[in-house]
């Protein structure tokens, strides 16, 4: 039990490893993933999607707001169940706040 919450909890070197992956596989340095970069990163990890509507279908999945692109914000809410970038500023927030404290 202890494994699989290993795995559904995000650290923070699992938040680094999906972003180097997110990085490699955009391509064209966008800062999203077009449906065909996403395609080629779907195949580049072996999972066959058997139709283009399949395809289309898990695309649409991870694009949250329907922009035709997927934002590394997008892709890693739906792996790790949060939002990465709102976290990352929450814990800047509060370490902002603590050090105020402490001068204080």
């Keep these: 039990m202890l494994?699989?919450?290993?795995?559904?909890?995000?650290?923070?070197?699992?938040?680094?490893?999906?972003?180097k992956a997110f990085k490699h596989f955009d391509a064209n340095n966008s800062g999203d993933l077009s449906p065909d970069e996403f395609q080629k990163a779907i195949e580049k990890i072996g999972i066959h999607i058997p139709s283009q509507q399949d395809l289309k279908a898990l695309f649409s999945l991870y694009d949250a707001d329907g922009s035709g692109v997927i934002s590394y914000r997008e892709i890693s809410s739906a792996i790790f169940g949060f939002d990465v970038?709102?976290?990352?500023?929450?814990?800047?927030?509060?370490?902002?706040?603590?050090?105020?404290?402490?001068?204080l």
């Design 3 to 19: 494994k699989l919450s290993q795995k559904t909890t995000a650290t923070g070197s699992e938040e680094v490893i999906l972003l």
């Design 85 to 103: 970038g709102a976290q990352q500023a929450d814990n800047a927030g509060e370490a902002l706040v603590g050090k105020l404290r402490t001068k």
